[in-house]
């Protein structure tokens, strides 16, 4: 493994906004949803959940990128995405 020190590690950070990164690969969207299990399903061992909320955040190689662009890089992302309501989310938190 190699370990930077903390002045090579502030160099490599201050020099990010002049590095353009293409990440390939697949794109995901993460969804989580959130609440109050109520009760076991008597058919199953399934909790059911009393929904409070939900959330959708960028997954696999979108979030890569999303990281590589928080550090002040250029990102050009790369991959495949079908053709519906999902996709149109995903093109919205990539953009």
Request: overall charge negative; hydrophobic content about 45%; glycine content about 6%.
């Given at each position: 493994m190699i370990k930077l020190s903390p002045s090579r590690l502030e160099q490599v950070f201050?020099?990010?906004s002049s590095v353009c990164v293409?990440?390939?690969?697949?794109?995901?969207?993460?969804?989580?949803?959130?609440?109050?299990?109520t009760r076991v399903s008597p058919e199953a061992p399934v909790p059911i959940v009393s929904l409070e909320g939900e959330s959708s955040s960028l997954g696999g190689a979108a979030n890569v990128a999303a990281n590589i662009n928080a550090?002040?890089?250029k990102v050009m992302l790369y991959g495949v995405v079908g053709d519906d309501m999902e996709?149109?989310?995903?093109?919205?938190?990539v953009r």
């Open positions: 201050s020099n990010m293409a990440v390939i690969g697949d794109l995901m969207m993460d969804r989580y949803v959130w609440g109050d299990v550090l002040s890089s996709s149109n989310q995903l093109k919205e938190l």
